[in-house]
């Protein structure tokens, strides 16, 4: 049982590159999240799709862009990474359809990137 | 906006002694509260939810809407427990749940 799985693991961008982190999970999960995490500000939501075909900004959405591409895909693009961009990002998802109370979320192993 | 807040980046204690992650919120109605944990190496998990009422691993955490909190508290510390603790709320617009928030965590060190 996969879970949350992310692609890739570690990634290393020169500033203005473009790249996709890719996010699939196993579980039927209607909601899926993005987070990134820096020392001293935890998790911080970029992006959230409450169900297949929805996706709504979340607390640090500027720079970034998503894809619900089908129930078990979500991935966030980066369309010209600058050095701020620099974090580990975090996949999520939980069963909670819209307006039902979010029960448990479970997460990946994270993709940490490094924007030079 | 709703917003979480941990005051303590680190909390430092030996092993034994009672523990309390504070936690405060803020949200006008009424949230869906939980504490996140982080073990060394593993991924973040759930450790528990203000819903539920439950004790896990010893630990506990009441929801006190009064001062808008939801403090995680164990009364003896064990060495296991060294990791990284994030409390959550969950809200969302139009009357959702989905917008999953954490605070910024509170790094736990129990010492032998």
């Known amino acids: 049982n996969a879970g949350v799985t992310q692609t890739p693991k570690f990634q290393v961008l020169k500033t203005g590159q473009s790249m996709t982190l890719q996010c699939a999970q196993d579980?039927?999960?209607?909601?899926m999240y993005w987070y990134r995490q820096d020392p001293g500000m935890g998790l911080r939501l970029i992006y959230y799709s409450a169900s297949e075909g929805t996706t709504d900004k979340g607390e640090v959405p500027n720079g970034y862009n998503v894809s619900r591409l089908n129930k078990r895909e979500f991935s966030l693009r980066l369309e010209s990474a600058a050095p701020s961009q620099t974090s580990v990002y975090f996949c999520a998802s939980s069963e909670a359809l819209w307006g039902t109370r979010v029960t448990e979320a479970f997460f990946g192993q994270g993709t940490r990137l490094t924007v030079v | 906006a709703q917003r979480v807040t941990q005051p303590e980046k680190l909390l430092s204690v030996f092993k034994g002694a009672p523990v309390e992650l504070k936690c405060n919120y803020s949200y006008s109605g009424s949230p869906e509260l939980f504490w996140y944990v982080q073990y060394s190496r593993q991924r973040l998990q759930l450790l528990l939810r203000h819903i539920s009422r439950e004790s896990i691993k010893g630990f506990t955490a009441d929801l006190n809407k009064g001062e808008t909190s939801f403090h995680l508290k164990k009364p003896f510390a064990q060495e296991e427990d060294s990791a990284m603790y994030y409390c959550?709320?969950?809200?969302?617009?139009?009357?959702?749940?989905?917008?999953?928030?954490f605070g910024a965590g509170t790094r736990l060190a129990v010492h032998p």
């Open positions: 579980m039927n999960h209607n909601s």
């Open positions: 959550a709320l969950a809200r969302g617009p139009s009357g959702g749940y989905n917008k999953l928030i």
